[in-house]
């Protein structure tokens, strides 16, 4: 079992329960769906086939539905489009008079001389004329264009709302299929994650909200955006058509640490292993980029494309569990330097910051028991060198905590911390997430009764 986790999109690739059981067995610990493709129909039945190997598996499976948000995207094609370079293009609101876009935003902002990122930043187009309602463009590269498919004008934001009528069918599905976490694309503001979280409340819904930070307004306001939001997706697309590929390195380093800095999860996403949507074995160069996010302390990874539309969905996501687990082996504990985490300020930081010190000294791994994960967001933050086993009696809080760097879930029912922290023992054991005769920190905390137990047990 790795320490930074797993997290692979679903898709046309992957939308069968018996790839998805596969994938969990694998070690998969949370499942995308991707709101920006696909129908409401598409959506549930994602969300059912997840359901259906929850059943058949016998445990509770994390799943992340990714909003739309404030993006640009073609409109429906019959067909993929093969686009040479030099060939004129012709962008409209009219399906009839060329390809269709269905945004009054690309249309204001668009300009003769502005250049249209595509997929990635691998295709690009220069426009010639704009109007209201008719964008002509010359292809700078070659290119098949397809449905749905993402739009940047580059150095350009988008200013309309967070939110498009398509997220909030999406809202309502994922609170009605109780998903685990929401995705919020393009967030650009600290109010953006509020507005998001607002409508979740209203429905009833108590989903935890990633901030995906893919754009320059997401990077000036990026403090604010994390403290606002639960995690961070770093979405590395969009980001590198947005500031350019040559910063890309640097800024996903940034976004790393002050993510930890905050105590907030982060998640490295896209392009990880981008050669095996077509190639049954990665890149070198993939193999770096995945060991340079270990070494950064991700929280997790997280596979789009690959498993989404890729050929090799299953091959994609063993070998990230491959270079994952000889990365954790090879890189030395001391690379996650804890003056770049957040510090302890009160007294619960401080108990569990002392928690990891012991532990550490003892080499004894860590068991807590917490109704609501709070804990265990605050141990993963330091990074110890020991195993974190967390129970908890909340079916939701045991799916959150699965995409925690070097957290265990358990889910255990009790009527009170101290049996639910001997019942979250003997899972661990029942699991062998630790063995017998090994040392361990039994813990758990409530700061309301100021109330912080600890001890060290020798499992028999």
């Known amino acids: 079992m790795t320490r930074t986790k797993i997290?692979?999109?679903?898709?046309?690739?992957?939308?069968?329960?018996?790839?998805?059981?596969?994938?969990?067995?694998?070690?998969?610990?949370?499942?995308?769906?991707?709101?920006?493709?696909?129908?409401?129909?598409?959506w549930?039945?994602?969300?059912?086939?997840?359901?259906?190997?929850?059943?058949?598996?016998?445990?509770?499976?994390?799943?992340?539905?990714?909003?739309?948000?404030?993006?640009?995207?073609?409109?429906?094609?019959?067909?993929?489009i093969s686009i040479s370079r030099g060939q004129k293009i012709i962008f409209s609101k009219d399906p009839s008079k060329g390809i269709p876009i269905d945004s009054d935003e690309f249309f204001k902002l668009s300009e003769e001389g502005d250049v249209l990122l595509m997929?990635?930043?691998?295709?690009?187009?220069?426009?010639?004329?704009?109007?209201?309602?008719?964008?002509?463009?010359?292809?700078?590269?070659?290119?098949?264009?397809?449905?749905?498919?993402?739009?940047?004008?580059?150095?350009?934001?988008?200013?309309?709302s967070i939110l498009s009528e398509r997220d909030y069918d999406a809202i309502k599905i994922s609170v009605e299929?109780?998903?685990?976490?929401?995705?919020?694309?393009?967030?650009?503001?600290?109010?953006?994650?509020?507005i998001v979280r607002r409508n979740i409340r209203l429905l009833g819904g108590n989903q935890k909200i990633l901030a995906k930070i893919e754009n320059r307004l997401s990077l000036e306001n990026l403090s604010d955006i994390i403290e606002a939001s639960d995690g961070v997706v770093i979405a590395r697309g969009d980001l590198g058509m947005s500031i350019g590929l040559e910063e890309v390195p640097h800024i996903q380093e940034r976004i790393v640490r002050e993510s930890k800095r905050r105590g907030?999860?982060?998640?490295?996403?896209?392009?990880?292993?981008?050669?095996?949507?077509?190639?049954?074995?990665?890149?070198?160069?993939?193999?770096?980029?995945?060991?340079?996010?270990?070494?950064?302390?991700?929280d997790a990874m997280m596979l789009t494309g690959e498993t989404a539309v890729g050929l090799y969905p299953v091959e994609a996501v063993k070998w990230l569990k491959r270079v994952i687990e000889t990365s954790e082996a090879r890189l030395s504990q001391e690379r996650f330097i804890r003056e770049e985490i957040k510090q302890p300020e009160d007294v619960l930081?401080?108990?569990?910051?002392?928690?990891?010190?012991?532990?550490?000294?003892?080499?004894?791994?860590?068991?807590?028991?917490?109704?609501?994960?709070?804990?265990?967001?605050?141990?993963?933050?330091?990074?110890?060198?020991?195993k974190i086993v967390c129970g908890t009696n909340n079916r939701d809080v045991y799916k959150a905590?699965?995409?925690?760097?070097?957290?265990?879930?358990?889910?255990?029912?009790?009527?009170?911390?101290?049996?639910?922290l001997e019942k979250t023992v003997a899972q661990a054991l029942d699991k062998k997430l630790v063995e017998r005769g090994s040392l361990v920190i039994k813990s758990y905390a409530r700061p309301q009764e100021d109330k912080y137990v600890v001890s060290v047990k020798r499992l028999l």
């Open 349 to 386: 930081e401080k108990f569990l910051y002392g928690v990891v010190k012991l532990a550490e000294s003892i080499k004894a791994d860590i068991v807590i028991f917490s109704r609501s994960g709070n804990s265990a967001y605050k141990l993963s933050v330091f990074r110890p060198s020991v």
């Open 177 to 194: 299929k109780e998903i685990t976490y929401i995705g919020v694309s393009h967030a650009r503001a600290r109010g953006d994650i509020e």
């Open 401 to 420: 905590l699965k995409i925690l760097w070097g957290v265990d879930p358990v889910y255990v029912e009790e009527n009170n911390y101290d049996e639910g």
């Open 264 to 298: 907030r999860p982060v998640i490295l996403a896209t392009q990880l292993l981008e050669s095996m949507i077509r190639s049954p074995i990665p890149t070198r160069s993939e193999v770096q980029d995945i060991y340079n996010g270990v070494a950064l302390g991700v």
């Open 44 to 80: 549930n039945r994602y969300i059912d086939m997840i359901r259906s190997v929850e059943r058949e598996v016998d445990d509770q499976i994390c799943i992340l539905g990714d909003l739309r948000g404030p993006s640009i995207r073609l409109g429906e094609l019959k067909e993929n």
């Open 119 to 160: 997929d990635d930043g691998r295709m690009r187009f220069e426009i010639i004329s704009a109007s209201s309602d008719l964008v002509e463009a010359i292809a700078l590269t070659d290119g098949v264009l397809s449905s749905r498919k993402n739009i940047n004008i580059k150095g350009k934001d988008l200013k309309g």
């Open 7 to 42: 997290i692979v999109s679903i898709g046309p690739s992957t939308s069968d329960p018996k790839i998805i059981k596969e994938l969990h067995m694998i070690g998969v610990d949370c499942f995308r769906i991707n709101f920006s493709h696909g129908t409401p129909d598409d």
